[in-house]
């Protein structure tokens, strides 16, 4: 059981580049999450997904969009990659119903010089 | 902004010692849920509780909740060096599983010294 998977695991871009950073889960969740994480910052989410064709904001949104056309992946993509999203990028997946912990992939890390 | 703030930010103690860790959070919850986090991997789940439940136990876990104070604690009782990672706080304000968001606090870098 693989669980959450995220592909690639580390990047280097360029400034201005832009890529996509992909999510798979196995578990049949219904709810995907994006979060990224920085030094004594712990995790912020930037976007998430209560369904199929569904996407929302988080905290941190700007510079990022998403999508989910299956329900087993979810898709970030940064358009113009800036030195400040420079981090190491989560994902995360659980169930619909309530009292549901969430269970993460082990991260990409990735650098903008 | 995180929700969570957690206390201390480092703790390092002899294996065999129990270990607390605390988490303030500032808005009504629905749960507060714990995570660990091994050096470059992903965070791993350790123990969920509800707003109406006081304390929980799951092994060597022991989380507190206080939901006046808005504060929760964890602790780890006789602490093995496998222990060593950090500590998350996470705390869920969603209604009835509506988005099951969680908001972390900064976490809490423990080490367990052989």
């Known amino acids: 059981n693989a669980g959450v998977t995220q592909t690639p695991k580390f990047r280097v871009l360029k400034t201005g580049q832009s890529m996509t950073l992909l999510c798979a889960q196995d578990?049949?969740?219904?709810?995907m999450y994006w979060y990224r994480q920085d030094p004594g910052m712990g995790l912020r989410l930037i976007h998430y997904s209560v369904g199929e064709g569904t996407t929302a904001k988080g905290e941190v949104p700007d510079g990022y969009n998403v999508s989910r056309l299956k329900k087993q992946n979810f898709l970030l993509g940064l358009e113009s990659a800036a030195p400040s999203q420079t981090s190491v990028y989560f994902c995360?997946?659980?169930?619909?119903?309530?009292?549901?912990?969430?269970?993460f992939g082990d991260g990409t890390r990735l650098s903008i010089l | 902004s995180q929700q969570g703030e957690e206390d201390p930010q480092a703790l390092s103690i002899q294996e065999g010692e129990n270990a607390t860790m605390n988490c303030s959070y500032k808005?009504?919850?629905?749960?507060l849920q714990w995570y660990r986090q091994n050096s470059g991997r992903g965070l791993v789940h350790l123990i969920l509780i509800r707003s109406n439940e006081r304390e929980k136990h799951s092994g060597r876990l022991r989380v507190t909740l206080d939901t006046s104070k808005k504060s929760s604690s964890l602790l780890i009782t006789a602490s093995r060096a496998a222990d060593t990672a950090s500590y998350f706080c996470a705390t869920d304000a969603s209604y009835g599983g509506a988005t099951n968001k969680l908001i972390f606090g900064t976490g809490t870098l423990l080490a367990v010294q052989p």
């Open positions: 808005t009504s919850i629905n749960n």
């Open positions: 578990m049949n969740h219904e709810y």
């Open positions: 995360a997946s659980t169930g619909s119903w309530n009292y549901q912990p969430q269970h």
